[in-house]
C-alpha cells in the first residue's frame, strides 16, 4: 500500500465516522442492549434485575401465547402483502391505461396511504360496525361479528391493513410503468403480440424488479405490524388478531418484563433480518443467473 | 369576601407554602387527561390556585389519549429518572404499580387525622399499598346496570336481583315485543381492560375473586368458571348479541342509547347522554346495582376513576401536595362534577343540593358507588390483566372451556411471578 492509498483510505474513513458513529449511537448499541437485556429476569418496578441466561427463550418455546402470535404474523404476513402486490398491480395498470382522471385516482390512492394508520383503523372500526357499519349494508343487511368472531377477525385486519397499503405498490408500479418506452409497446404490437401476451410477456417482466422491491418493503413492515390491530381489536378475540410486535409491546410496556419483553423483540428482530437476508441472497443469484 | 376566604382557605391546606414565599416564580406541571365534558373547569381551578400562591405558576400538560398510552408515557418517564411533573392524574389502578416502583410520594406523613373520612372507602383502599396512602382520590366511577324503565313498567318487572331473572325478563320482553331489532343485555366483552372489570363482576357476583389476599389467583376455580361459563351462555343463547365479543363501552352505550336494548352494564358517564336532549331514550332509563349470580352473596360494580398523586423527585413536594389536596377539595370536585359531568369521590357532594338539582342521579349513585369494589390492589395488576385477557376472550367467543382457561392463566402467571420473586 502506498502513502497515497494510505492517505486516501484515511480520508475515507473520516468521512465515513460521521454516519458510523450515528448508526453506531441509533442501531447498534439499543440492538445490543435489547439482546443483553432478553437475557435477564428484569422488572423494575419490583426491582427484579439478574442475569437469567436463555431462560426467557426457553419460556418462550413452550408459550401457547407466543406461537399463537408468530403464527398470526405469519399469516398476515403472507396474506396481506400478496393481496397488496395482485391489487397493487391490478391498479397501476389500469391507472396507466386510464386516459382520463389519471391524476385523480394518483391523489385517492395518495390520500389512502398517506392516512395514519390509526385513523385507518378507526375508519374501519366503523366500516365494519355490527349494526350501523357501511360492510354490512353492503352484505344485504347481514350483520357480521367482524371484529368479535375469532374467524373473521384476522381476515378484516388484513382487509384494512391492505385498503392502506395497496396504493404504496400500486404508486411504485405506476412509477415503472410510465418510464417503460412506447417502442417496445409498438415493436410488440408489429411482430403481431395480443394484449395477453404483452402483458406477460414485456410488462410484467419490466415491472419484476420494483415488485420484488415493493415486496422486501412491505413485508419488513407486516412482519413487525402494530398498530392496525392494536387500535381496531387488541389482538383479540381470543388473541387471534395478536401479533409478535403487540405481543412484544404489552410484555414490555403493560406487564413490565423488560427482559421477556425483550426476548420477543430480539425473535421479531430477527425474523425480520432472516427475511432481509435469504432475499438479498435470492437476489444475488438471480442477479448471477441473468 | 368568598374569594378572600378561598384564599385563606387554600393557603392554611398547603400549610407553609403561603407563608415563606420563595425566589422567582415556581412552576409545578400537572399531567392530566383531557376531561371531556360540555366546559371543561379544570383551566378554570388551576388559575384559581394560582390566584391563592402568586408566585407559583401550574402548567396543565394533556395526556395522549388512551389509557394504554398515559401508563407507556409515565413508565418510560419515570423510569427514565426525569419527570418534567410533579402532579400526575393516575388511572387507580396504577397506584399501588408507581407506589410500588418507588414513583409516589408517600402522602401519609402529610394526611390530618380523619382526612380521608369523607371519601369512599373503596377509593382509599385503591390509593393504599403497604399501610401507605400515595394518592388522593379525584374521579369516581362504578360499574352499573341500566335498564329501560318503560319496558319493565309495560311488562310489570321490577330491575332483576339476579343474573338469572335479568335473563327471564329479556326473554318475556322480547316475546311480548316481537321486536328482532331489540337486544337483551349489552356489556363489554372486547379483549381488552373492560373486558376483565365484567368478568371480574361475575366473578364477585358468584362470590369469588381473582385475587385472594393471599396473593393465590383464581382461589375458587370450580366458581370462577361457573361464573365465565354464565357470560358464555349469555352470548351464546342469544340474551346479549354475538358482537358483545368485540364491544367496549362505546359501542354498547350507542346501542343502549339508540334503544335498541333493555339492559346495560355500563358506568355513570352514560347516563348524561341518554338524558341528554337529542337522546332517543331520554327519561325511559333507570339504573341499579348489578346483579348477582343465583348462588351469589350480592353483586358489586367494579370500582374506576382517576387519582391524583405527587411525583418523588417533584422538587416542590409542598405546593405540589396542596395542588393535590386543592382539585380533590369538596369544592374543586363540585366544580368538576358541575361542569365536566364527573362523579365526585368526596360522599357529601352526592347529596349537595345545588349539584343535585343539575344532575337528578346523583342520590341514586351514591349508594352504587359505595357497593362498589376496587379491581385487585395489587402493584401487578396489569401483569395479571394483560395475561388473563386473552384466556377470558377465548371462553367468551366459544374456543376455550373455563376450565382450562383458567389452567392456563394460572400457569402463566405463575411463571411470572416466579420471576419476580
Not at chain 1, 98 to 105: E, H, S, V
Request: hydrophobic share 50%; with cysteine; net charge positive.
Amino acid at each position: 500500500m502506498t502513502g497515497r492509498e494510505r492517505a486516501d483510505r484515511r480520508q475515507a474513513l473520516r468521512l465515513l465516522a460521521p454516519t458510523l458513529l450515528a448508526l453506531g449511537a441509533l442501531t447498534v448499541y439499543p440492538g445490543f442492549w435489547v439482546v443483553w437485556l432478553s437475557l435477564q429476569h428484569r422488572v423494575p418496578i419490583f426491582h427484579v434485575a439478574r442475569f437469567a441466561g436463555l431462560d426467557n427463550y426457553v419460556f418462550l418455546a413452550s408459550d401457547p401465547r407466543f406461537w399463537n402470535a408468530a403464527r398470526t404474523t405469519v399469516v398476515f404476513t403472507a396474506l396481506s402483502v400478496a393481496l397488496e402486490l395482485a391489487l397493487g398491480v391490478t391498479v397501476a395498470l389500469a391507472l396507466h391505461r386510464q386516459r382520463r382522471g389519471r391524476r385523480l385516482g394518483l391523489s385517492l390512492l395518495l390520500l389512502a396511504w398517506a392516512m395514519p394508520s390509526v385513523v385507518t383503523a378507526k375508519l374501519y372500526e366503523w366500516l365494519y360496525h355490527p349494526a350501523a357499519g357501511l360492510v354490512s349494508v353492503l352484505l344485504g343487511g347481514h350483520a357480521l361479528n367482524w371484529l368479535g368472531d375469532p374467524y373473521l377477525a384476522l381476515p378484516a385486519v388484513i382487509l384494512a391493513d391492505v385498503w392502506r397499503t395497496m396504493p404504496f405498490v400500486a404508486i411504485l408500479c405506476y412509477a415503472r410503468l410510465v418510464t417503460i418506452p412506447a417502442e417496445v409497446y409498438e415493436a410488440a404490437q408489429v411482430d403481431g403480440a395480443g394484449r395477453l401476451a404483452t402483458l406477460g410477456r414485456i410488462t410484467l417482466p419490466l415491472l419484476g424488479r420494483i415488485v420484488m422491491l415493493a415486496l422486501l418493503l412491505r413485508m419488513l413492515d407486516a412482519l413487525r405490524a402494530f398498530d392496525i390491530m392494536f387500535v381496531l381489536t387488541g389482538g383479540g378475540p381470543a388473541g387471534t388478531t395478536e401479533t409478535l410486535t403487540v405481543y412484544a409491546y404489552r410484555s414490555l410496556f403493560q406487564m413490565l418484563q423488560l427482559g421477556f419483553g425483550s426476548a420477543v423483540s430480539v425473535v421479531v428482530f430477527a425474523l425480520v433480518m432472516g427475511v432481509a437476508w435469504a432475499y438479498l441472497r435470492l437476489l444475488r443469484a438471480r442477479a448471477v443467473v441473468a | 369576601m368568598r374569594r378572600v376566604l378561598l384564599v385563606l382557605w387554600v393557603a392554611a391546606l398547603t400549610g407553609c407554602a403561603g407563608s415563606a414565599p420563595e425566589r422567582g416564580a415556581i412552576t409545578l406541571v400537572f399531567k392530566y387527561a383531557r376531561i371531556l365534558g360540555p366546559a371543561d373547569p379544570l383551566p378554570g381551578l388551576l388559575r384559581e390556585f394560582e390566584a391563592a400562591h402568586p408566585n407559583v405558576r401550574v402548567k396543565g400538560e394533556s395526556l395522549p389519549w388512551t389509557s394504554d398510552e398515559q401508563h407507556q408515557f409515565y413508565v418510560i418517564n419515570l423510569e427514565g429518572r426525569s419527570p418534567g411533573f410533579d402532579v400526575m392524574m393516575l388511572d387507580l389502578i396504577w397506584v399501588p404499580e408507581f407506589a410500588r416502583a418507588g414513583w409516589l410520594l408517600d402522602l401519609t406523613p402529610r394526611l390530618g387525622p380523619g382526612e380521608l373520612r369523607p371519601y369512599f372507602p373503596s377509593t382509599v383502599e385503591a390509593a393504599t399499598y403497604d399501610g401507605r396512602v400515595f394518592a388522593l382520590p379525584w374521579i369516581m366511577n362504578v360499574g352499573l346496570l341500566y335498564y329501560r324503565a318503560d319496558l319493565l313498567r309495560k311488562y310489570g318487572l321490577e330491575p332483576p336481583e339476579t343474573f338469572e331473572a335479568l335473563v327471564r325478563q329479556v326473554r318475556r320482553i322480547r316475546e311480548g315485543e316481537r321486536d328482532p331489532a331489540l337486544d337483551g343485555y349489552l356489556w363489554q366483552a372486547k379483549q381488552y381492560e373492560g373486558l376483565v372489570v365484567n368478568v371480574l363482576e361475575s366473578f364477585w357476583a358468584n362470590g369469588t375473586r381473582l385475587l385472594a389476599a393471599d396473593d393465590t389467583v383464581f382461589p375458587e376455580p370450580e366458581r370462577a368458571a361457573e361464573a365465565l361459563a354464565f357470560l358464555r351462555g349469555l352470548i351464546a343463547s342469544g340474551v346479549s348479541p354475538a358482537w358483545t365479543t368485540a364491544a367496549d363501552e362505546e359501542l354498547s352505550r350507542r346501542a343502549f342509547g339508540d334503544g335498541h336494548a333493555i339492559f346495560l352494564r355500563n358506568w355513570p358517564y352514560a347516563m348524561d347522554l341518554f338524558q341528554a336532549r337529542d337522546s332517543r331514550v331520554r327519561g325511559r332509563v333507570g339504573i341499579a346495582p348489578l346483579p348477582r349470580l343465583a348462588r351469589g352473596p350480592r353483586g358489586a360494580g367494579s370500582t374506576g376513576g382517576a387519582h391524583l398523586g405527587v411525583s418523588r423527585r417533584s422538587r416542590h413536594p409542598d405546593l405540589a401536595v396542596g395542588l393535590v389536596r386543592f382539585l380533590t377539595s369538596e369544592r374543586a370536585q363540585k366544580a368538576l362534577a358541575r361542569g365536566a359531568a364527573l362523579s365526585p369521590t368526596r360522599e357529601a357532594l352526592y347529596d349537595d343540593p345545588e349539584l343535585v338539582r343539575s344532575r337528578p342521579d346523583l342520590p341514586a349513585l351514591r349508594a352504587l358507588m359505595r357497593a362498589g369494589r376496587p379491581r385487585p390492589v395489587t402493584p401487578y395488576y396489569l401483569l395479571l390483566s394483560a395475561t388473563v385477557q386473552p384466556e377470558f376472550s377465548a371462553v367468551l367467543v366459544g374456543v376455550k372451556p373455563p376450565g382450562r382457561a383458567i389452567g392456563d392463566a394460572r400457569l402463566r402467571l405463575t411463571h411470572f411471578f416466579g420471576a419476580l420473586r
